[in-house]
């Protein structure tokens, strides 16, 4: 078995954008590296400026770069992408959708260190890659791999990242199995804490129980991650049966359909049969109360 450790730098983050820099480690079944690759690339449109400030890649430097297709990074990355092998990605979406834009399909077991970071280090303030290099210590450890492999990199470009990658999956690595984090990469998974919001760092299942209409608003108005969206419908589900089921908008926000039930029973049958976007449990207890009406 083979690890390769990726990252990309991009011409920008939308869904027209390409590879201009494609960098990444080999590594052997004990961690040691036996091969690594760092290309820059030509893309078919060009750098926007927001992307240029964040990696420091510039049009004169990809002059006469070949494609990204047409590197020798590439070709060999098609070579290790067998299923034998394992691919550590730093928030992988992104990367492998960038990098199916150039007909890359991944076969090899993915193990996704921003996913698995929100798991396993729960109390970080956040989980960015370079957040993490300093929080958890990581950049202490990075001299003696630059020295080994012989090379110069630069901050925020795919070869640095690629080098602060390394040490945070190592670190991983000392949280759980290669095996386990296979396995929770392979679904979605379920996280205890909030990592962003208002409620962030509160557990999700407290979150549940004391502001729970918070949960249902993100579910229905943010565009939620397939980890965010399955842990909070997992604790509000798990939840249902122990918390007072209330409106959380308009008029009578913060009362339950009984009580509303009696002050306003026109509103409840307006919820019922006109209001869009409710919460599906605010509308089953709606139905509930008013019965067969």
């Known amino acids: 078995m083979k690890t390769v450790i990726l990252d990309t730098e991009t011409t920008g983050a939308a869904a027209e954008d390409r590879i201009c820099q494609l960098a990444y480690l080999v590594l052997d079944e004990e961690g040691r590296v036996l091969e690594h690759y760092d290309a820059l690339c030509t893309p078919p449109l060009p750098l926007k400026i927001e992307a240029m400030a964040v990696h420091n890649i510039t049009p004169e430097m990809l002059e006469g770069k070949p494609a990204c297709t047409e590197t020798e990074a590439f070709r060999r990355l098609e070579e290790l992408n067998i299923p034998e092998n394992l691919l550590v990605i730093q928030n992988a979406e992104f ?3 960038m990098l199916a834009k150039e007909g890359f399909e991944n076969r090899m077991r993915l193990v996704d260190t921003f996913r698995l970071a929100r798991k396993f280090l729960p109390d970080q303030h956040t ?3 370079q957040y993490l290099r300093y929080s958890l210590g990581l950049y202490r450890e990075e001299a003696d791999l630059i020295e080994a492999l012989g090379v110069t990199v630069h901050p925020h470009d795919a070869l640095g990242d690629v080098i602060v990658l390394k040490q ?3 670190y991983l690595r000392r949280q759980s199995g290669i095996g386990e984090m296979v396995q929770l990469c392979a679904g979605p998974i379920l996280l205890e804490k909030l990592p962003m919001g208002r409620h962030r760092g509160e557990r999700i299942e407290d979150v549940a129980r004391q502001s729970r209409n918070d949960l249902l608003y ?11 969206k399955y842990s909070f419908e997992y604790w509000l589900e798990k939840t ?13 926000k913060g009362k339950s359909p009984e009580e509303i039930l009696g002050i306003d029973r026109g509103y409840l049958l307006w919820l019922r049969d006109k209001a869009d976007r409710i919460p599906a449990e605010l509308k089953e207890e709606i139905v509930r109360v008013l019965g067969e009406e």
Do not use: A, C, P
């Open 240 to 252: 249902k049966g122990d918390v007072k089921i209330t409106v959380g908008f308009g008029k009578y």
């Open 168 to 170: 945070l999956y190592d």
């Open 127 to 129: 989980h960015s890659q």
């Open 218 to 228: 993100m579910l229905e108005n943010f565009d939620l991650d397939q980890d965010l």
């Open 95 to 97: 990367d492998l959708g």
